[in-house]
């Protein structure tokens, strides 16, 4: 199989916002010079932590840029490959320059999603015995202004178990439900601007991948999970993989306790826990490192 060559033409394109209504556009070429713009991004499952919200840096090198007395507070990132974009509206927490333009370096950090509705989001949930697990995400989706709830087959099956009284924050009643189903290992979390509700270990995912390629055997822990293989790979970045999404990937030869190992099969199916990525236009800089599951043979 030939090399995609569509893989060495790498787009970013950034649109930012003010609360005032300004504007300002950085367009990558699809041809020819490109800016130097790079962003690194951390995307985690699950509602706890400090936000809760995956985090993503852009940095751009050696390009005059007027930004930081506009005051944006919002951005758009496009990004991937020419024939293969993904749209990431953040918002912007801090921005800086690490030194003067015009040949100089600016920062842009954010966090993907809506900050404010993350955090202030307020519910009110009061629901008896037996009600379906779909019928309270529901409730908590227009709080959250999601524009869809995708629910895995496992999680479809899942009632409560006992009346449920919740006052407070939306992100803090998907933490409760969680701990409610936590026997079922029932994982809540945002791709986006969708409410996902899946049972990981139990065999639920969001979307399917194929993975051709990885930049060095996967690493496995055996006795991490019962049932599961905890398991972490390196390969180019894939644009479209998401948190709860299962990726097709080679499995010929692996990494166990340090070792090379043959594998039994040569693809494996892996769950997305995490993911973490660094990609940019110029140079080589396009990786991600992919945590996840696979399910024991």
């Not at 090379?260 to 660094?278: D, N, P």
């Amino acid at each position: 199989m030939g090399i995609k060559l569509d893989r060495f033409n790498r787009i970013i394109d950034l649109s930012f916002f003010s609360d005032s209504g300004q504007t300002e556009f950085i367009t990558c070429p699809r041809h020819g010079q490109k800016p130097n713009i790079e962003i690194n991004g951390t995307f985690t499952m699950g509602v706890n932590g400090s936000l809760g919200l995956p985090a993503v840096d852009v940095t751009i090198k050696n390009l005059y840029l007027d930004l930081l007395s506009q005051q944006y507070s919002k951005i758009r990132i496009k990004a991937g490959y020419a024939n293969n974009l993904i749209t990431i509206d953040a918002d912007i927490n801090t921005m800086y320059q690490q030194s003067p333009s015009p040949e100089g370096t600016t920062v842009i950090q954010c966090l993907y999603g809506n900050v404010t509705l993350w955090l202030d989001s307020y519910v009110n949930l009061t629901f008896d015995s037996g009600v379906k697990l779909g019928v309270v995400l529901n409730e908590i989706k227009t709080k959250l202004k999601a524009n869809n709830i995708i629910i895995g087959q496992n999680a479809k099956e899942l009632s409560l178990p006992s009346s449920m009284f919740y006052e407070g924050t939306a992100r803090g009643a998907l933490s409760y439900l969680e701990q409610i189903f936590e026997e079922q290992k029932l994982n809540l979390f945002m791709q986006s601007t969708t409410l996902c509700a899946i049972c990981i270990q139990k065999g639920d995912y969001v979307k399917s991948h194929i993975l051709e390629y990885l930049s060095a055997p996967p690493q496995q822990n055996p006795g991490d999970t019962e049932g599961m293989y905890r398991t972490q790979i390196t390969a180019p970045w894939m644009p479209e993989l998401k948190i709860g999404d299962v990726l097709d990937i080679p499995s010929q030869v692996y990494i166990k306790n340090g070792s090379l190992v043959g594998g039994a099969t040569k693809r494996q199916k892996m769950v997305v826990t995490g993911m973490s990525f660094h990609f940019g236009t110029t140079g080589s800089t396009n990786s991600m490192t992919v945590d996840g599951y696979i399910k024991r043979d």
